[in-house]
């Protein structure tokens, strides 16, 4: 009988917000995107709110930051930061696991969605860009940190991941590309992506937030 999988054990819960884990993914590597006219970030698959603080940080004046998670007692935690760090601004919600993301049409669409350490988390990462997409607003942008099908110093096993090349597939078979490449560690790959072909939206203009 297989136990639960790796993401939702207490000890990787614990590894979130560790210093193993940001040795790997520093905060730094969000200085390689564009924020200037975000207004609505979305962090798919937020976890315990290991970004929560750095978005803020580069967030403009007035943008929200909503926080998709499946796991509620991750909700949960990244509520306490919210308020033991006084972080405004930021509205999370859960979103049930499924191999298809449906995204609610409650939240605005969003400017830019970042998947981090939770695409190489599907059997079929292309059907999770596809749900996922669903939430982007026009002219909106994927930001994918994920892990390389290596063993590195901390982190899950080796075949718990996908390899970059791998993963560029999926990209390609979601209808998306590779808009360009983020400068990373040999264990960890980023990259921006975008749809191929300008996809119509019959969702609401983007608004900051709900106004």
Same mark, same amino acid.
């Given at each position: 009988m297989r136990g639960r999988p790796y993401y939702e054990e207490p000890e990787y819960h614990h590894y979130l917000l560790s210093r193993d884990r940001k040795e790997l993914f520093p905060h730094t590597l969000l200085d390689q995107?564009?924020?200037?006219?975000?207004?609505?970030?979305?962090?798919?698959?937020? /976890?315990?709110?290991?970004? *929560?603080p750095p978005i803020m940080k580069r967030l403009p004046e007035g943008a929200f930051l909503w926080g998709a998670e499946c796991q509620e007692i991750l909700i949960d935690q990244a509520l306490q930061r919210k308020v033991r760090e006084n972080i405004s601004n930021f509205i999370p919600f859960?979103?049930?696991r499924t191999e298809h993301p449906l995204m609610p049409d409650w939240i605005p669409p969003m400017d830019m969605i970042l998947c981090s350490c939770v695409l190489s988390t599907f059997a079929d990462p292309s059907l999770a860009?596809?749900?996922?997409?669903?939430?982007?607003?026009?002219? /909106?942008?994927?930001?994918? *940190?994920?892990?390389?099908?290596?063993?590195?110093?901390?982190?899950?096993?080796?075949?718990?991941?996908?390899?970059?090349?791998?993963?560029?597939?999926?990209?390609e078979d979601a209808g998306f590309e590779v808009n360009r490449m983020l400068k990373t560690n040999p264990f960890v790959y980023g990259m921006e992506i975008r749809?191929?072909?300008?996809?119509?939206?019959?969702?609401?203009?983007?608004?900051?937030g709900l106004e």
């Open positions: 995107v564009s924020w200037e006219g975000l207004d609505n970030v979305l962090d798919f698959g937020m /976890g315990n709110g290991y970004f *929560l859960y979103i049930e860009i596809q749900g996922i997409a669903r939430a982007l607003g026009r002219a /909106g942008f994927i930001i994918l *940190l994920d892990w390389e099908k290596m063993e590195a110093p901390s982190g899950p096993e080796a075949d718990q991941k996908v390899s970059l090349d791998r993963m560029k597939y999926f990209i749809p191929k072909f300008e996809t119509k939206h019959d969702r609401t203009p983007s608004y900051k």
